[in-house]
């Protein structure tokens, strides 16, 4: 691969598609479909290669691309990997093509835009993880908010516009809020260097003051907390979720609140130590209300979709544990976690698509008995369902109980209360899975009384379908060969790291040692 632009070409593949869709005006919704996936295949192949090519005991940025952009004001074009974002970038590579197979059949509305739309978002979300240069990296962050505002707001539920709206002012208040911390960081550089860069491992190399760094670590720190999302900047997460077309979710919780995670790792931690030294109480005790408030919603939920999105809230708060418990344990598992989460909650979501494209209802209440006619989706939704809760053996159990000891390592309390929610999360996922697929199916139709009911039994408002009520549980059919393709390599992948974590973690290493740097030896 040596002369050969890997990273360029992955990265780009999706938006040559998404021309290609735009500029051929008679093309169908068939061959759409085909460009689309051909162009996603293309690029997860060529994520695999990258990842094959990786060496996993070398530290620093591999598959550099590095070429002068605006010379005069420091900005290039500086793409480069570790052994973070190579993971998160086949992730992404992988998720986004088994999203375009799981809209194959629901999306019927606007084929050629649709399918724009995710091959443009593709290409957004690998560019932030590729980018090393913080002009091109912004560029990247804002490209992806608008096609993932049009999935929700064209093809998503009842209130798909209010959702669209919510998750676009959100992520702009935070981008915002980063581009002035880029500024900020930009011209203090400048100053102290009189050199014009936004090389990201340049400014690593800036010395700045204890109360800038405080003030521009918070700049950067709720922008990613808003993309996570943490606990209280959560609030659009359930609604763009519960509104947004099955593959929109499977994206928006399986790669863009990675990103969150990935900015902490990739700027906070390394640009600003002794301000994340500072933060970091506050920093964990916001996550471990996160953790506990996800659980507890969660628990209560009877929209299934609303459920898996409160998940989210909870477990991404032992992402940020992990991260600012400052130890070999707690990084490890902060990023095991994005990873797992990444996979299992796709998965989740992609198991609600299937149902709802059956019954056109996310009721919990409306359905039971699903493992009787549907053996092999009951056997996946367990599968998904134990990983999501932490069992032993699959992937969701070696994440948390890492970033539980970093945490218990570094502040006892937040590590035992991290721990006991636990049982929560237990809880919720057991109950759920009890009466979806075990409990006897109800015979009776929801309250037409209950505004919540009748948004979720109602017919979806663009791709349409049978009134909730009409639909028996009962006669549904069990997942089709699209379907299982869909979720057979997520459960591979989830037992995978379930059972050879070491694999991972071998690729994380050194990357996770240069965060760790700054931090002195913290046990790696």
């Not at 735009?22 to 996603?40: D, E, Q, T, V």
């Not at 992520?171 to 260097?193: D, H, R």
């Not at 991260?323 to 990084?331: D, S, T």
């Not at 089709?480 to 037992?495: F, G, H, Y």
Request: with cysteine; aromatic share 14%; charged share 10%.
């Amino acid at each position: 691969m040596d002369g050969f632009p890997i990273l360029s070409a992955l990265t780009y593949v999706p938006l040559v598609g998404a021309a290609i869709i735009f500029f051929w005006p008679r093309a169908s919704a068939r061959a759409a479909r085909w460009i689309a996936l051909g162009a996603s295949l293309v690029s997860l192949a060529l994520s695999l290669v990258m990842l094959a090519g990786f060496d996993r005991d070398a530290s620093g940025m591999q598959f550099v691309e590095h070429y002068d952009w605006l010379p005069a004001l420091g900005v290039s074009y500086h793409f480069g990997v570790d052994g973070i974002s190579v993971l998160l970038l086949v992730l992404t590579t992988l998720l986004t093509t088994l999203a375009i197979v799981a809209s194959w059949d629901p999306v019927q509305h606007r084929v050629r835009e649709y399918m724009i739309s995710m091959l443009l978002l593709e290409t957004g979300m690998l560019g932030v993880f590729v980018s090393l240069d913080l002009f091109l990296f912004y560029i990247f962050w804002e490209v992806m908010l608008i096609p993932m505002a049009l999935l929700i707001g064209v093809w998503g539920s009842a209130n798909r516009i209010y959702a669209a709206v919510k998750f676009f002012l959100y992520t702009l208040a935070g981008s915002l809020l980063m581009l002035v911390g880029i500024i900020a960081l930009y011209q203090a550089y400048f100053e102290q260097t009189g050199i014009r860069t936004l090389n990201v491992l340049e400014l690593q190399q800036g010395n700045y003051g204890h109360s800038f760094q405080m003030w521009v670590f918070a700049a950067f720190f709720i922008a990613f907390a808003i993309k996570m999302p943490m606990w209280p900047f959560h609030t659009w997460l359930p609604d763009a979720h519960v509104e947004a077309p099955t593959a929109g979710s499977v994206l928006l919780a399986g790669v863009l609140l990675k990103m969150g995670g990935y900015g902490l790792l990739r700027f906070n931690l390394p640009l600003f130590p002794d301000a994340a030294r500072s933060w970091a109480p506050a920093i964990m005790a916001l996550s471990v209300i996160g953790i506990i408030y996800g659980a507890l919603v969660a628990l209560v939920q009877t929209d299934l979709k609303k459920l898996v999105a409160y998940s989210s809230v909870s477990h991404m708060g032992f992402v940020t544990l992990g991260i600012f418990a400052f130890n070999a344990q707690g990084l490890y598992g902060a990023m095991i976690v994005m990873l797992s989460h990444g996979l299992v909650t796709s998965a989740l979501f992609l198991c609600v698509g299937i149902i709802y494209e059956r019954g056109h209802t996310r009721l919990i209440s409306r359905f039971g008995g699903l493992a009787t006619n549907m053996p092999i989706y009951a056997s996946f939704l367990g599968l998904f369902s134990l990983a999501s809760l932490g069992l032993p053996g699959l992937s969701g159990f070696v994440g948390e109980f890492l970033s539980i000891l970093g945490a218990f390592r570094a502040e006892r309390v937040a590590g035992v209360i991290a721990f006991a929610v636990v049982i929560l999360s237990a809880w919720y996922m057991l109950w759920m899975y009890q009466r979806v697929a075990w409990q006897r199916a109800p015979s009776e139709p929801p309250d037409p009384t209950d505004p919540e009911a009748k948004q979720a039994g109602a017919p979806h408002p663009v791709m349409g379908g049978a009134e909730a009520d009409a639909v028996d549980p009962r006669t549904f059919r069990d997942v089709t060969w699209r379907e299982l393709v869909t979720l057979a390599p997520l459960a591979v992948l989830t037992l995978w790291m379930g059972w050879a974590p070491q694999w991972f973690m071998d690729v994380l290493r050194p990357a996770l040692e240069l965060v760790a740097s700054p931090f002195g030896r913290i046990g790696f």
